[in-house]
């Protein structure tokens, strides 16, 4: 019974290539995030979405697009990846885009680019 | 800009010890604050959440205060144990998260 879970948990794939990782809340929660956590531990928001809507658009280059189904699933598409994109994706959820409720992440996704 | 510091970046402290973890934001214009610990190779786990309207919230030995006026808060744990050995990461809210740096606590047996 998960509350947030992300598909696959590692990912290694070569320069150039495309790739997807998916996300899953099954707590009911209106919004959804993607995060990215460099080599140094820095975490960095990336997307927020809200019910399907994107609210939050971070400077991120336009080969990442992150779609949302429906309001339970957001998923992150990586064009062409680079090296530089190797990093551990976090998705999270919380009630609401309000800013009063707490934020739930998942487990990550460790992307290796060589 | 909002921009977070968290000081000590790492600690080392015998088991049984009280410590705190310090939390500075420059934009007191947050709706909350939110504490979390993040384990070796795992996710973030929630610890306390504490509404901008707050000065404190507790779990357990976790304590976590919030000072919005000087863009301050501090974790408090009490009696550490060998398990709390994690980074420890804030997050205040504006109209996003804005994380810090974190602070590596390790706590010997």
């Known amino acids: 019974d998960t509350a947030v879970s992300q598909t696959p948990k590692y990912l290694v794939t070569q320069m150039g290539n495309d790739k997807s990782i998916k996300c899953e809340q099954n707590?009911?929660?209106?919004?959804m995030y993607w995060y990215k956590q460099d080599s140094k531990k820095f975490l960095k928001i990336m997307f927020s979405?809200?019910?399907?809507?994107?609210?939050i658009n971070e400077t991120v280059p336009n080969r990442f697009s992150p779609k949302s189904p429906d309001k339970a699933h957001l998923n992150l598409h990586i064009n062409s990846l680079e090296l530089g994109d190797s990093a551990v994706y976090f998705c999270?959820?919380?009630?609401?885009?309000?800013?009063?409720?707490?934020?739930?992440f998942g487990p990550g996704t460790r992307l290796t680019v060589l | 800009k909002q921009e977070v510091t968290q000081i000590p970046a790492a600690l080392s402290v015998p088991e049984g010890e009280n410590l705190v973890l310090n939390c500075s934001f420059t934009?007191?214009?947050?709706?909350?604050l939110q504490w979390f610990r993040q384990d070796p190779g795992k996710g973030l786990t929630s610890l306390l959440l504490?509404?901008?309207?707050?000065r404190e919230q507790t779990s357990g030995r976790l304590n976590a205060s919030l000072d919005k006026s000087s863009g301050r808060s501090t974790l408090y744990i009490a009696a550490s144990q060998p398990g709390d050995s994690a980074t420890y990461l804030c997050?205040?809210?504006?109209?996003?998260?804005?994380f810090g740096t974190g602070t590596r606590l390790k706590v010997l047996a």
């Open positions: 979405y809200n019910n399907k809507e994107l609210i």
């Open positions: 707590l009911g929660h209106d919004t």
């Open positions: 999270a959820s919380s009630q609401d885009s309000t800013g009063a409720g707490e934020q739930f």
């Open positions: 504490i509404q901008s309207s707050q």
């Open positions: 997050a205040p809210r504006g109209y996003k998260y804005i």
């Open positions: 934009d007191s214009a947050i709706y909350n």
